[in-house]
Nanobody, 124 residues
Framework: VQLQAFGGGFVQAGDSLRLSCAAS????????MGWFRQAPGKEREFVAA????????YYADSMKGRFTISRGNAKNTVYLQMNSLKPEDTAVYYC??????????????????WGQGTQVTVSS
């Protein structure tokens, strides 16, 4: 399975962006999908996730109310709507997928497949 994330860019504080992630390859199965981000010099951190069975969504506390994860009409596509962006949201954003959660959807180790990342830069 290959994941491709796109939609990043350079925006001002308070602006919005919508990231997209599409899976290709072995997409006959359904996947739980997540978004992570990594700022320079920092570890990759959980942003949001969505389960394939019921569409249950999960968010990091600092993103609740500003970010929304959703599935697209096409199978194994996912979006991340980011509103009220802040300079501290600047990072490379990665989408990830796993067939079955083993216990911790917030962990990078939980996911099998990763996209290449898309840069989001928020200026103050």
């Amino acid at each position: 399975v290959q994941l491709q994330a796109f939609g990043g860019g350079f925006v001002q504080a308070g602006d919005s962006l919508r990231l997209s992630c599409a899976a290709s390859g072995r997409t006959t199965s359904s996947y739980n999908m997540g978004w992570f981000r990594q700022a320079p010099g920092k570890e990759r951190e959980f942003v949001a996730a969505i389960g394939w069975a019921r569409g249950t969504t999960y968010y990091a506390d600092s993103m609740k109310g500003r970010f929304t994860i959703s599935r697209g009409n096409a199978k194994n596509t996912v979006y991340l709507q980011m509103n009220s962006l802040k300079p501290e949201d600047t990072a490379v954003y990665y989408c990830a997928a796993v067939a079955v959660y083993r216990g911790n959807y917030r962990s990078v180790d939980e996911y099998t497949y990763w996209g290449q990342g898309t840069q989001v830069t928020v200026s103050s």
